[in-house]
């Protein structure tokens, strides 16, 4: 069976930290980009941090600059979004997605959806 599998969301204290984890099943991450959105209620889903399939560039939005971060260990065929600092407006359903190479940060660019993971800062 095909599919993304997201993991490690829960409840943490503000400044508290998660590591998030995208696992594949029945194909390979290694030749797609794959991305981390989320959305809150009442908003839309926004790209949070992408990663490229070719040279493992990333993609970091404002509100996730200098304190998430990207990573994918092929052997494990898992993505993996490591997020430290977290703040109440973190909290969203946090989804995983797999797109094409070369496919930008936008949700518009990825096809195939983990069914998400619920990310709560909150003291």
């Known amino acids: 069976q095909v599919q993304l599998v997201e993991s490690g969301g829960g409840l943490v204290q503000p400044g508290g930290s998660l590591r998030l984890s995208c696992a594949a099943s029945?194909?390979?991450?290694?030749?797609?980009?794959i991305g981390w959105f989320r959305q809150a209620p009442g908003k839309e889903r926004e790209g949070v941090s992408c990663?490229?399939?070719?040279?493992?560039?990333?993609y970091y939005a404002d509100s996730a600059k200098g304190r998430f971060a990207i990573s994918r260990d092929n052997a494990k065929n898992t993505v993996y979004l490591h997020m430290n600092s977290l703040k109440p407006e973190d909290t969203a359903v946090y989804y995983c997605?797999?797109?094409?190479?070369?496919?930008?940060?936008?949700?518009?660019?990825?096809?195939?959806w983990g069914q998400g993971t619920q990310v709560t800062v909150s003291s």
């Open positions: 997605a797999a797109g094409l190479p070369g496919s930008r940060c936008s949700r518009y660019e990825y096809d195939f």
């Open positions: 990663i490229s399939s070719s040279d493992g560039s990333t």
């Open positions: 029945g194909f390979t991450l290694d030749y797609y980009a």
